[in-house]
């Protein structure tokens, strides 16, 4: 079956949508020269989108990910009277780590190249350096913009440390920040002089001085709290966009708003704006009526600030974005995630952006380090909705929270990733999943717990959850924990 981490891993890549720019399915393809090209390209492509590896699988269909084996055996290959992997070794530069496994999946022979993503130079192929473009294997060199991209990257720059607008007087700079707002949002009571409040401002990095009285804003100080992000040019396409459709779908767009306001100075008037959009539900209490909104507010504000904080800035023209639908709401970041969709509950958090999430967390924007999704989850479950969805495509992270709707109505997956996402949350609570905590989960009378376990017994062969004790009998009884647990 193959050591269970890369067995592990490989179930991860098979489960993505399509290729990436840092994943290459192959059959029987195994020309060594082409394979030195992917590795270059695919270890370039890794650090430009923040990946510690890289792979090429061979046994894959590609369009389909369909398990069908591969004859390709690279220990066995050879190149002249050398062994491929030590040539692939010599023609690679910078030397990078290369990984060979070899194992069977589902009875069919499997090969992944585990890649190291490069670390301070880009990887070239004997005199070339590759990048991935799409699908594509291409040169670096004629890909300006990921070539600048990749060296930034490499060299550590940050993009909340760039500069914004340049050269300004403090008269200006101060016209550009809405900066009452920081100071009461840090909690500091605004300084009595102009010195002193820029002064403040530099220790936190929203600005840095320029020389000869003169400042600069950075993007970390633009992006937080800019009084409009039109101020600050190709920051204008940072700005969050909320679009209302009539329906399910995108045929007819009811409304669209992009927030003109930075991060920060805006967050509060762009929740309470998504919230205006949003179908309400009359609750009555005894005597009492009042419109309560049908999805948790603590769960849409984290889902924002994530979207926010967890989008990859270096893509151009492209922003955080919330479509509202008249049975969902979904949450759309530029970038994909840094960890797997599917272990968003339990793995701690990777930023892209650390100092605007530490910023953001230090203004109680958001959630403190690896709380937020549980706390989503927790939420969902409180309302008793449909469990929220999390998918990453090629450029982009989304969260999909869907309207209520009662269990009989839940197709198959919908129950299944409620189960799991109960049984993650449980495991990270120091508990287990049971027949009746998923029974309260869905609230399903005790009487019916033979739905509960039709809903358990799919989800464990979706190999989602397990048995904490494979030898229990009890079905009623036993204790349930995620796959990975």
Known sequence: MGEPRIVSVFRGLISLPSETEWVEFKLNNHRPEDIGTYISALSNAAALHDKKTAFIAWGIQDRTHKILGTSFKPRREKVGNEELENWLAHNLSPRIN?????????????????????????????????????????????????????????????????????????????????????????????????????????????????????????????????????????????????????????????????????????????????????????????????????????????????AIIHQDLWLRGSSATVEIFSDRIEITNPGRPLIDTVRFIDESPQSRNEVLAAFMRRLNICEERGSGIDKVISQIELYQLPPPMFQATEHHTSAILFAPRKLAAMEWEDKVRACYQHACLRFVCREVMTNASLRARFGIDETNAAIASRIIAQTIKAKLVKAKDPTSSSRKHTAYVPFWA
Request: hydrophobic share 40%.
């Open 98 to 306: 290369v990984t060979i496994h070899e194992f069977e999946y589902e009875e069919r022979p499997i090969v992944v190249f585990e890649i190291q993503a490069c670390n301070y130079s880009p990887v070239r192929w004997k005199d070339t350096e590759y990048i991935r473009v799409g699908t594509y294997t291409k040169k670096l060199k004629d890909h300006i913009e990921k070539e600048r991209a990749l060296w930034s990257r490499l060299s550590g720059a940050r993009f909340e440390s760039e500069i914004a607008r340049a050269d300004l007087a403090a008269e200006e700079l101060l016209a550009l920040l809405d900066y009452p707002i920081y100071f009461e949002m840090t909690g500091q009571r605004p300084p009595t002089t102009k010195s002193a409040m820029l002064d403040r401002l530099e220790r936190d990095h929203i600005i840095a001085h320029a020389g000869r009285g003169r400042w600069d804003i950075t993007n970390l100080g633009a992006l937080l709290f800019a009084r409009k992000l039109s101020d600050f040019g190709a920051l204008n396409r940072k700005a969050v966009r909320v679009i209302v459709y009539k329906g399910n779908d995108k045929t007819i767009t009811v409304k669209e708003r992009v927030d003109a306001k930075g991060y920060a100075a805006g967050f509060e008037d762009l929740l309470n704006y998504i919230n205006d959009q949003l179908p309400r539900s009359e609750e009555i209490h005894t005597a009492l009526r009042r419109d309560v909104r049908i999805y948790p507010q603590i769960a849409l504000r984290e889902l924002v600030a994530n």
